[in-house]
């Protein structure tokens, strides 16, 4: 993956280099090749300057000659110039036998001898190659006295020209081996990355369930990417934990009621023959002990189902939900002698998650009946703050000890032997409360009885649910 990486990444800068540099250097190559006529141009001048007074006089004199050979040595430019006639008077040349020739014929020097600049290209029949060739008139007060031609190899000045795209082509290979490179520690930053998370899920896979990726290097996607896999990881930790807890609570919790469930519906069958009210009675316990059994499991179901709840919270009425499950529980609560009352507010918006609060307080309603004695009083209370809305079920029973208190969220705990229910009930409650992103809580009351509570965030009447 790396080299693939690396490979687009430079591949893709190339591609840009050659779409922009492409025509960029065709106009460069151009600009110089223009750049070096213009200067051609002007050193045809210069000499055509030194030539002017020889042409007038009709002799070319020592000065403007060193002059010609100065410039070819310099340069390695031919020149060649002419009378107006057309005839050469002076050349470059090594072979002199040209002196005295005509030009006239030669397009260049025709347009030159007509007072106009003539410049360009053209293969040379007697040099046999392309020449780059600047040709100027020698202009007297009021008549055209003659032409300078200056001529190089065209070979010469596309050398130039090229030697001026070296430093274009140097910094595109420059640039594609720094995109390689930046390629390179990119590619190499994001397959690091990518190779620890893949460690780290086999690691998970293995059985390491407590393995994370840390401190993870790269792009804010990279970082976001090894957040979201640690919360995921997390997430299934706790899936697995919840599983084998369940699995482990079941076993243990099950053993009992069906072992005792067996020795009664034995002793049932050895009592049929022989006695059938000892059978019906033993068949009366077995059928007590499966409805134990029966809560005991809905018990473990309700716990796995609170442990695996979604983290999300919607927006609840709590003194809404309050006065629904006093409603409800208020006719078993007359069969046991107990009056519920509720206190609060008509309306006490705050998130849980979702049929947490109903939970919650069927629990404490549940347990606090059990516990309360005849003709005392159940109050459910929500009390609203600007931060939280507390749910209270205060009952009047027995209490409980300091050391009771701490255990009392505890899987199957029960505060004697012979106390009914499962001892999860207020498990359920401090799970659910947890899941809402709260916490649940007991304190005594002054005189008698227990106070239990869950402090929910407080949310706005207005804010969408």
Not at 132 to 144: D, I, K, Q, S
Not at 229 to 234: G, K
Not at 398 to 406: A, H, K
């Amino acid at each position: 993956m790396r080299r693939r990486l690396v490979y687009a990444f430079t591949g893709f800068t190339l591609l840009v280099l050659l779409v922009q540099n492409v025509p960029f250097a065709l106009f460069l190559y151009q600009v110089e090749r223009d750049r070096l006529t213009t200067g051609l141009q002007r050193d045809a001048f210069l000499l055509a300057g030194r030539f002017e007074d020889d042409l007038i006089d009709g002799v070319v004199d020592e000065p403007a000659l060193r002059a010609m050979v100065a410039y070819t040595d310099s340069t390695g430019g031919r020149v060649v110039v002419v009378d107006a006639s057309g005839r050469a008077v002076a050349t470059s040349d090594t072979d002199q036998s040209k002196i005295g020739a005509t030009y006239a014929t030669r397009p260049e020097f025709a347009t030159a001898l007509r007072g106009s600049i003539s410049s360009g290209e053209r293969y040379s029949e007697t040099l046999q190659q392309d020449l780059v060739f600047v040709a100027v008139p020698v202009v007297g007060a009021e008549h055209v006295l003659g032409a300078v031609r200056i001529s190089h190899p065209a070979s010469e000045f596309a050398a130039a020209a090229r030697e001026q795209l070296k430093g274009l082509i140097g910094v595109s290979v420059i640039t594609v081996l720094l995109a390689g490179g930046i390629a390179a520690l990119l590619a190499t930053g994001v397959t690091r990355s990518l190779r620890r998370l893949r460690e780290v899920t086999e690691a998970i896979a293995a059985g390491a369930l407590d393995t994370r990726v840390e401190n993870l290097p790269g792009t804010p996607e990279i970082r976001s990417l090894s957040h979201s896999f640690n919360v995921m990881a997390d997430r299934l930790t706790r899936l697995i934990e919840t599983q084998r807890n369940f699995a482990s609570d079941a076993s243990h919790q099950l053993r009992t009621p069906l072992t005792a469930l067996r020795i009664r519906l034995e002793n049932a069958r050895d009592a049929i023959a022989d006695d059938p009210a000892i059978a019906v009675e033993r068949i009366a316990d077995a059928e007590a002990e499966l409805a134990r059994l029966n809560a005991l499991v809905e018990g473990l179901l309700s716990l796995s189902r609170a442990e695996l709840a979604q983290a999300k919270t919607t927006q609840q009425d709590i003194a809404v939900i309050a006065v629904d499950r006093v409603e409800q529980w208020e006719p078993l609560a007359k069969e046991s002698g107990v009056d519920i009352t509720y206190e609060g507010p008509q309306h006490a918006f705050a998130f849980a998650v979702e049929t947490a609060a109903e939970q919650i307080i069927d629990n404490c309603l549940d347990n606090a009946i059990a516990a309360s004695p005849t003709g005392s009083t159940i109050t459910v209370k929500v009390h609203v703050t600007a931060e939280r809305v507390t749910a209270h079920v205060l009952d009047e029973g027995r209490g409980m000890t300091d050391e009771q208190i701490d255990r009392a969220f505890d899987r199957f705990w029960r505060g004697t032997t012979n106390s009914p229910g499962t001892g999860l009930g207020l498990a359920i409650v401090d799970q659910l409360a947890r899941a809402s992103g709260t916490r649940a809580h007991i304190k005594r009351r002054p005189n008698t009885g227990l106070d239990v509570y869950v402090d929910f965030n407080a949310a706005s009447a207005n804010e969408p649910i």
